[in-house]
């Protein structure tokens, strides 16, 4: 089974819906992003927690909202979903920093959003 | 801040043929390095990593080294196969404290096509 899955893998939506992204890890760790995926751009990030109780902005959060659950549970949230937001979204998740991984992060396999 | 830029592509070989893509960084201080690849349809994986100047990744014949005075970390291939055909993302994460510690910092990625 996947470490790290992600659910959908693929949503079509329309202008003004509420859509939510949902990430689920096996990994047992406490860091977890959102990253959104544009072509030629590379991944940028839209929010991260470093824990349950701690969650931060990334780069480009305007639009977007996240609820930790749970540390093994991030959701990603469009309150109002507009055709720019049409990318695709990964989930990551990392050890602490010192943890002998370097600071790898493991990526799930992707949701592909596309807002009509 | 830090950024990474990587050559642009799409970059298209036979099969056989040597490989190179470019990787130069900004940083404050002495970040971790990683190259990760995405195939079609799927997430990123991590290929290579080093975590200090001069250290030497290594996987699946490729490779790329830390190279602290040129700030570049190259990557290489000495015989490239259909099977390498992905996106390749150049990506830092600083290895100290601040608010940066633990967030990865992305290329644009590089599109290699390998034909037979």
């Known amino acids: 089974d996947a470490d790290v899955t992600q659910t959908p893998r693929n949503r079509i939506t329309k202008t003004g819906k509420r859509i939510m992204l949902e990430c689920s890890q096996t990994k047992g760790h406490d860091r977890m992003y959102w990253y959104r995926q544009d072509p030629g751009l590379g991944l940028q990030l839209i929010y991260y927690s470093f824990d349950v109780k701690d969650i931060n902005k990334g780069e480009i959060s305007d639009g977007y909202s996240v609820s930790r659950q749970a540390q093994a549970k991030f959701s990603l949230s469009l309150e109002s979903a507009i055709p720019n937001q049409t990318a695709l979204y990964f989930c990551?998740?990392?050890?602490?920093?010192?943890?002998?991984?370097?600071?790898?992060?493991?990526f799930g396999p992707g949701t592909r959003l596309t807002v009509l | 801040g830090n950024s990474v830029t990587q050559m642009e592509g799409p970059v298209t070989l036979s099969e056989e043929a040597f490989l190179t893509i470019n990787c130069t960084y900004t940083?404050?201080?002495?970040?971790?390095l990683f190259w990760y690849v995405q195939y079609p349809g799927e997430g990123l994986q991590l290929l290579l990593k080093?975590?200090?100047?001069?250290d030497k990744g290594s996987n699946k014949g490729f490779e790329a080294t830390y190279r602290k005075e040129t700030t570049s970390f190259h990557l290489e291939k000495g015989s490239v196969q259909v099977s390498d055909s992905a996106v390749y993302f150049c990506a830092l994460t600083p290895n100290a404290g601040g608010t940066s510690y633990g967030k990865l910092t992305f290329g644009q990625g590089t599109i290699l096509t390998v034909h037979p």
């Open positions: 080093a975590t200090k100047a001069d």
């Open positions: 940083a404050t201080g002495y970040p971790s």
């Open positions: 990551a998740t990392s050890d602490f920093p010192g943890s002998g991984q370097g600071n790898e992060q493991f």
